[in-house]
């Protein structure tokens, strides 16, 4: 399977706390993507790294790439409850079709007030 | 406000019945997708679309059919084929272009449930 595989699977931390969720994939990409999804709801776009950068920043996003391992980490600084939610990441090969994305599976996140 | 909608929310299916799922978009995007997820795990490809009037199947097209006549529009209808339908389906839409642009545009999703 081409899909990656988020670490851990589930997280408890508390509010203020740092929550830090990594990926690993397997074949050569273009880009990887990190998306987040509340219960229920559809996923919602948070960042893209090209497969030449190894860190990006979004707000408290601090993204990672290292394409020599196959892994991305995603930093959530200062977390608040509202950031509980599934957060995964997702990799253009460029395979399939243009703009195909393969899906992790998921790290779900509980942010405890 | 420009964006991608699916309705219904939820949807009841008795056994052997094809049902539709719609979804939308004003996004202007040429590129749609349908995914299916199932509980605690990631998102997998039915079918896609890059233009009007041309799809592809993903990884788990059996059991699916979907027709893109409209740019804007891209309806899956789940047949009776499809074994395990019981699922939460999403779709998607994107600009198109390979690169860096292909951020993808999720809708809210329709959860299926079959009686």
């Known amino acids: 399977s081409q899909q990656g595989e988020e670490d851990p699977q589930a997280l408890s931390i508390q509010e203020g706390e740092n929550a830090t969720m990594n990926c690993s994939y397997k074949?050569?990409?273009?880009?990887l993507q990190w998306y987040r999804q509340n219960s229920g709801r559809g996923l919602v776009h948070l960042i893209l790294i090209r497969s030449n950068e190894r860190e990006k920043h979004s707000g408290r996003l601090r993204v990672t790439l290292d394409t020599s391992k196959k892994s991305s980490s995603l930093l959530i600084t200062a977390s608040r409850a509202a950031d509980t939610a599934s957060y995964f990441c997702?990799?253009?090969?460029?395979?399939?079709?243009?703009?195909?994305?393969?899906f992790g599976t998921g790290t779900r996140l509980t942010v405890i007030p | 406000d420009g964006g991608i909608t699916q309705s219904p929310k939820y949807l009841f299916r008795k056994e052997g019945q094809n049902v539709t799922l719609s979804c939308e978009q004003n996004?202007?995007?040429?590129?749609m997708y349908w995914y299916r997820q199932d509980p605690g795990q990631g998102l997998r490809l039915i079918y896609y679309s890059q233009i009007v009037n041309d799809f592809q199947k993903g990884d788990i097209a059996e059991g699916y059919s979907v027709s893109r006549e409209k740019k804007e529009s891209f309806p899956l209808t789940v047949t009776s084929a499809q074994k395990n339908p019981t699922a939460f389906y999403l779709c998607?839409?994107?600009?198109?272009?390979?690169?860096?642009?292909?951020?993808?545009?999720f809708g809210p999703g329709t959860r299926l449930t079959v009686l």
């Open positions: 074949t050569s990409i273009n880009n």
């Open positions: 998607a839409s994107s600009r198109g272009l390979a690169g860096p642009y292909n951020e993808q545009f």
């Open positions: 997702a990799t253009d090969t460029g395979l399939g079709g243009a703009n195909n994305l393969f």
């Open positions: 996004l202007n995007h040429d590129a």
